[in-house]
């Protein structure tokens, strides 16, 4: 069972920029409503069973698959960008290539994460998998759609029901709180019944994961939003 306690996410306003804690690469190829076809690795030690230019290609679904078990905390840093198709790589330009390695090195684009000759949908740096990771996505919405994706599955494992929906009040609150920096805690009852409370916090925008997370007792103010759910009772089907 996935033992998550807490969800960040920080979704600006002024750019395509998402700030996240909690989702890690599998995650996110699991739950982007947008799907992921081809990888551009420009940091991370994983070996693709192509490359270009020095740097290590993942294409297609099966391809994908295999990275997404991988075990992607190890590699510290991991950053890349999704592109159409092979052919699309090489309309970059010296220019552009030395974006992406600016970009996964500096943590931030030069102009912007999305590349014409790419046609990406995603530019995508992380740090310890699942504790930091920072998105531009084109689609502002999908990070929320991940998150929510992500906080679906694991209420449904604390409370025995994969067919359990998230109540539509906490996806409201979760959807206009995102940009103001919101912390998401979980709470399961070690009791008979399988119960989970979530809390909403607005903390504000945070880069340091550590900061944030292992002060989140002295950070949190009120409660702006909290649901209870209480699953079958341990022993009963569900």
């Not at 994969?162 to 959807?175: C, F, K, M, Q, R």
């Amino acid at each position: 069972m996935d033992n998550l306690k807490k969800l960040y996410i920080y979704k600006s306003l002024s750019n395509d920029e998402t700030v996240l804690s909690g989702i890690r690469f599998c995650d996110f190829i699991e739950h982007s409503p947008i799907p992921i076809n081809n990888i551009l690795l420009l940091k991370g030690d994983c070996i693709g069973e192509k490359s270009w230019n020095r740097f290590e290609l993942f294409e297609g679904h099966e391809q994908i698959a295999k990275l997404k078990q991988e075990d992607i905390y190890s590699h510290g840093d991991f950053s890349f960008v999704d592109y159409a198709n092979t052919g699309s790589l090489h309309l970059l330009t010296d220019e552009q290539i030395a974006e992406l390695l600016y970009f996964s090195h500096m943590r931030k684009p030069l102009r912007s994460p999305f590349f014409d000759a790419l046609r990406n949908e995603f530019a995508y740096l992380a740090h310890d998998d699942g504790w930091y990771c920072k998105v531009y996505c084109k689609d502002k919405q999908v990070p929320i759609s991940i998150l929510l994706g992500k906080l679906r599955v694991v209420v449904q494992k604390i409370v025995g029901n994969d067919l359990y929906t998230l109540p539509a009040g906490l996806v409201e609150s979760i959807y206009e709180l995102s940009s103001k920096g919101l912390l998401i805690e979980l709470e399961s009852a070690p009791h008979k019944n399988k119960a989970i409370a979530i809390r909403l916090y607005v903390v504000g925008e945070y880069e340091n994961m550590d900061i944030l997370l292992n002060n989140s007792k002295q950070i949190r103010t009120s409660i702006s939003y909290e649901e209870k759910i209480v699953g079958m009772p341990r022993g009963r089907p569900c």
